[in-house]
C-alpha cells in the first residue's frame, strides 16, 4: 500500500492527491484507498504533478471501469478528436497542426454532465494537462449531492419522480458547429439520446443528486416546454450557486478524475494560447432514482 496524502479544494467538494506517481501500476489496497477519497470528497480529486503516456492514463482509467472508445464508442461527432492509435483517449484543444485540429476546440464549454444522453453515460473522466494557457482555460465543477439536498422539501417532493429528456443535439445546436446532416450521423439510431431520473441515487453513496445539466437536458418528459423550460432553469439558477462551486486552475501535470454522477463541469474557453489535453471517460451504469 503507497501512503499518499489528501488536502481538501474547498468546503464544497473535491481534493488534492500527494504522493502517488501514477506512471507506476497502483497495487489493489491503495486502488481502493483513491477511490474511496474519490467518493467522500465527492467525486473530484486532482492528482498533481503527473507524467504520463497515453498508455498509462488508459491504464489508471481502466481501473475505474469499462472506457467510452474500447467498450463503447463515442458519438460520431468527436471521433476525429480521438488520439490516433489510442481510441480511448479523447483529445480537447484548440491547437492546429498543418490546419488540422489537435482536439475537440471549445470542449464542454456548458454546464454538463458528461454523456448523459447515452442509456450508459459517463462515470468517471479523467482529464490529463499537457499543455496550459498563462492564464485561463479553468474548469468549473459544480455539486450536485449539495444542490439537491439544499432543495426545499417540497421541491424535493415535487421533482422526485420526474424524468429528463437528455439529447446530444441540444450540445450540439447550442455549439452552433454542427450541420443538420452531422446531427442525424451522430444519432446511432437513436443512441445520442436517453431519459433518466431527474434525481438519481448514486449507486456507491447512496446519496441523492440532481441530474439534469443545461448542456444535454432537452425536457422534462411529459411536460410542456412552457412548464419543463422555467422548472429546468429554477433548478439550474439554484445549482449553481456560488457556493456549489470549484474552479480549478490548471497546471501541466495535473490528472483530474470527476464523477459525472455527482458534479457538473464547465470548461471556460477565455484564452488564446495553447490547451492541451487528454480525457479517458469510463462508461457508467444506467442511472437509478
Ligand atoms: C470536458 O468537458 O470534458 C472538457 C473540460 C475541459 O476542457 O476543461
Redo the contacts with the bound molecule.
Keep these: 500500500m503507497t501512503q499518499f496524502h489528501i488536502q481538501k479544494l474547498c468546503p464544497i467538494l473535491g481534493a488534492e492527491v500527494h504522493g502517488i506517481d501514477l506512471s507506476n501500476s497502483i497495487d489493489d489496497e491503495t486502488f481502493a484507498s483513491l477511490y474511496k477519497a474519490w467518493l467522500d470528497n465527492d467525486g473530484l480529486l486532482v492528482f498533481k504533478n503527473q507524467c504520463l503516456t497515453p498508455d498509462q492514463q488508459v491504464a489508471f482509467s481502466r481501473r475505474f471501469g469499462p472506457l467510452f472508445g474500447e467498450a463503447d464508442q463515442f458519438q460520431e461527432t468527436v471521433l476525429k478528436y480521438l488520439l490516433p492509435g489510442q481510441p480511448a483517449i ?1 483529445r ?1 484543444s484548440n491547437k492546429l497542426k498543418d490546419g488540422e485540429p489537435q482536439g ?1 476546440p471549445k ?3 456548458y454546464w ?1 454532465s ?1 454523456v448523459s444522453f447515452r442509456a450508459k453515460p459517463a462515470q468517471a ?1 479523467l ?1 490529463y494537462a499537457i499543455e496550459v494557457p498563462a492564464s485561463g ?3 468549473l465543477f459544480v455539486n450536485m449531492y449539495a444542490a439537491y439536498s439544499e432543495l426545499s422539501s417540497g421541491m424535493k417532493d415535487m421533482i422526485g419522480n420526474l424524468r429528463a429528456i437528455h439529447d446530444f443535439a441540444v450540445a450540439a445546436e447550442n455549439s452552433g458547429t454542427y450541420t443538420a446532416d452531422q446531427l442525424l450521423q451522430t444519432d446511432f439510431d437513436g443512441q445520442n439520446r436517453h431519459i433518466h431520473p431527474v434525481v438519481i441515487t448514486h449507486p456507491e453513496t447512496k446519496r441523492q443528486a440532481l441530474y439534469v445539466n443545461p448542456g444535454f437536458t432537452a425536457a422534462i418528459d411529459g411536460f410542456a416546454s412552457a412548464e419543463s423550460e422555467p422548472l429546468l432553469n429554477m433548478l439550474y439558477n439554484h445549482a449553481l450557486r456560488h457556493e456549489f462551486i470549484y474552479r ?1 486552475r ?1 497546471e501541466v501535470g495535473d490528472l ?1 478524475v470527476w464523477d459525472n454522477r455527482s458534479l457538473m ?4 474557453v477565455d484564452y488564446e494560447d495553447s ?1 492541451y ?1 487528454h ?1 479517458t ?1 469510463v462508461i457508467a451504469e444506467t442511472p437509478s432514482q
Excluded: E, I
Excluded at 463541469?265 to 471556460?268: K, L, N, P, S, W
Design positions: 479523447f480537447v475537440r470542449a464542454g464549454n454538463h458528461d473522466s482529464l482555460g479553468d474548469t480549478h490548471w483530474t463541469h464547465y470548461a471556460v490547451r489535453l480525457r471517460t
